[in-house]
């Protein structure tokens, strides 16, 4: 099982940028496939970004490409979310996740077996 800690989150205005960085623990968080997802009051968990257990492969969600990206440091257990040119809109709770070893980091939801506490991100007007 891995365990996961989301940080970074917190207001911004629009325009801003946050790095959400997601820590795991546990044997098998460096061949898992890691992704951040987001969820806003009354809507569906949203798929955000996810990254292959290597960091070969990444994948944008339509609402934030050319905006977010997504990298690991495996040495370090972490795995980073830069967002920039952040819009109102992406005001949610974002929840890190992780596949079981050498899962497909996304789009869906059961992709993933571990999931983080989620850390607050507000963008103001």
């Known amino acids: 099982q891995v365990q996961l800690v989301e940080s970074g989150g917190g207001l911004v205005q629009a325009g801003g940028s946050l790095r959400l960085s997601c820590a795991g623990s546990?044997?098998?968080?460096?061949?898992?496939?890691v992704g951040w997802f987001r969820q806003a009051p009354g809507k569906e968990r949203e798929f955000v970004a996810g990254?292959?257990?290597?960091?070969?492969?990444?994948y944008i969600g339509d609402s934030v490409k050319g905006r977010f990206t997504i990298s690991r440091d495996n040495g370090k257990n972490t795995v980073n979310l830069q967002m920039n040119s952040l819009k109102p809109e992406d005001t949610a709770v974002y929840y890190c996740a992780a596949t079981l070893p050498f899962g497909r980091p996304g789009p869906g939801v059961t992709d993933f077996g571990s999931w983080g506490q989620g850390t607050q991100v507000t963008v103001s007007s």
């Open positions: 546990g044997r098998t968080f460096s061949t898992s496939g």
């Open positions: 990254i292959t257990w290597n960091g070969a492969r990444t």
